[in-house]
């Protein structure tokens, strides 16, 4: 689709400026229809902005989050902005049976962190927390409006953390997730579940639940071929 | 939020059933209202069915799709049911300049294949394929209906795909995406656009946008910590 190519075009800042629809269609050729169809997708993804006598102006690119590399928000964007935190929540829960089974809580208590993620002026990220008590704990005390919860879990527990699985989806922003990223109710949000795990103990600390504003930020990895098998 | 940690336990098959809606406002320590308004999501996201009498059920799990092995539909499902493709084009066409310069191309001649794909009955993606005529000609001639892209290029080039870079964004469903893939139009899809290579010439050979049904396929990951550096 048109507006595929095109957004990655911006997304690689190989458009920084003016879209002109003509060449458009010749490059792509396809009706104009097609052109239109495909900038008002992009439009309304605010990656461009389309005026009367000015024209079809690129006025955001995607950042890029890496999958590969496990890094918080501030380590990924620090040469994008400064991250900082809005801590909405921050207290020690009762935690619901299947966080309790992911996390291997003995008794049930994880602390909860509920925060609203912005790149500068920006809210980008929504996301919510769940750690083991023993690290969530002393974290609490900790500035969490200015620190990723990595880098505290890592001071904390005095060694690096290890791997994270990850499950990635698209859901539509209900309407708590869409006022405080500041997007229309019901918008494509990624969803990024993420259970992050001690280096030298191997054992689950952090369950996160990571909404990202996909006009903002799309994630990027890499895949390698392995004999298929059987 | 609720409605996430009850659709990652749909997803590994800890819910199957019948959800009980006092159980799960005592698990979660939560009122009768937070609780509805999870289930909610998830019936708007067909995981689950809501019915008088009757109650609240269990009625579909999603799929995982790696994000680290490099594999096509088929070969990503074969325990899960029968993928067939639809073919709607297969053709050469002049690449736009954009897919021209990351497929390489020399004279910017490129086959184009869309298709829409099937796990058994239920259509869960829409492919849109570019690929490096030297390979896509000669693919044009096999059976697309029934084989993974991947598979046949490793047949006629005559050597294994090696690696792909991946960009995983959340779109809303456009109307003609939503035709193909049976859901609402504006609705959330996961949108996969990767670049694959030869192994033994390193060249990117296909570039495709893979647009996926949110509600049937989640992306499964794995990352590592690395040293956060300056």
């Known amino acids: 689709m048109v507006a595929d190519v095109l957004r990655r075009q911006i997304h690689d800042g190989d458009l920084t400026d003016a879209l002109d629809e003509r060449a458009l269609i010749a490059d792509f050729n396809v009706s104009r229809n097609t052109i239109r169809d495909a900038l008002a997708i992009l439009t309304e993804e605010r990656l461009i902005e389309r005026a009367p006598r000015v024209g079809t102006h690129v006025v955001a690119r995607k950042l890029d989050h890496g ?20 801590v909405k929540i921050a207290t020690l829960v009762d935690a619901p049976r299947a966080v309790a089974r992911r996390l291997q809580l003995v008794d049930a208590q994880a602390v909860y962190i509920e925060r609203l993620r912005y790149l500068d002026d920006e809210p980008i990220s929504l996301d919510i927390t769940y ?5 969530g704990i002393p974290l609490l005390e900790h500035d969490l409006e200015n620190n990723d919860v990595f880098t505290l879990l890592e001071q904390i527990s005095g060694g690096p953390l290890g791997h994270a699985t990850m499950t990635v989806e698209a859901v539509d922003a209900d309407p708590h997730s869409a006022a405080h990223l500041e997007i229309g109710s019901g918008t494509s949000l990624l969803l990024l579940e993420r259970l992050t795990h001690l280096a030298h103990e191997s054992r689950p600390v952090d369950l996160e639940y990571i909404r990202m504003r996909s006009d903002r930020v799309c994630l990027r990895s890499t895949a390698r071929r392995e004999v298929a098998g059987s």
Chains 1, 2 share one sequence.
């Open 67 to 86: 999958l590969d590399a496990l890094q918080g928000l501030k380590e990924t964007f620090r040469m994008h902005g400064e991250v900082r935190n809005t």
């Open 131 to 135: 750690l083991v008590p023993d690290l």
